[in-house]
């Protein structure tokens, strides 16, 4: 299978990973992938940015900013660390505080989560949460991607 065509400076962080993969983290997270999100995994398998991405759209007024910005996406590295998405839905400062339905897939140097909802009507749609916007809004942070 070859790599989509690059787009927004996107730049490749592990080897593409296979369908076994995939199933082991399934069964680790305990919930299916979007399809979506599966065929990225397949072509790119996590990804860094040349620069940080305006992904969000933040039209609310509670919000400081106008937009949410992306960094890089997690994949599934052979070797265990960084932005290894096995790892990054674990730590307290996600799992804790964070409904159970989303799976982080991303980030941003802002302490700033991309999050993919696993189950329920917005099954499949992508969220950013924000630390700093989390007590201060008092609700999820989201938008569709």
């Given amino acids: 299978m070859q790599r989509y065509e690059p787009r ?3 730049k490749a962080l592990f080897e593409p990973c296979s369908e076994q993969d995939i199933r082991e983290l399934e069964q680790h997270i305990n919930a299916t992938l979007p399809e ?3 065929d990225f995994l397949l072509q790119w398998n996590g990804c860094g940015f040349v620069d940080n ?3 969000f759209d933040l039209a609310d007024s509670r919000f400081e900013e106008e ?3 992306m960094d890089r996406l997690f994949g599934l590295p052979t070797k265990s660390g960084g932005a290894d998405l096995r ?3 674990s730590g307290y400062q996600f ?4 409904p159970e339905r989303f799976l982080a897939i991303g980030d941003n140097p802002y302490q ?3 999050c993919i909802s696993l189950a329920g009507d917005d099954r499949g749609s992508v969220f950013l949460w924000s630390r700093s916007e989390e ?3 008092g609700k999820e942070c989201r938008s569709r991607w």
């Fill in 112 to 114: 700033e989560f991309v």
């Fill in 53 to 55: 991405v305006p992904a």
């Fill in 8 to 10: 927004l400076g996107m």
């Fill in 135 to 137: 007590r201060r809004v």
């Fill in 95 to 98: 799992r804790e505080r964070v």
């Fill in 36 to 38: 979506g999100y599966r």
């Fill in 67 to 69: 937009y949410g910005t």
């Fill in 87 to 89: 790892l990054k839905s």
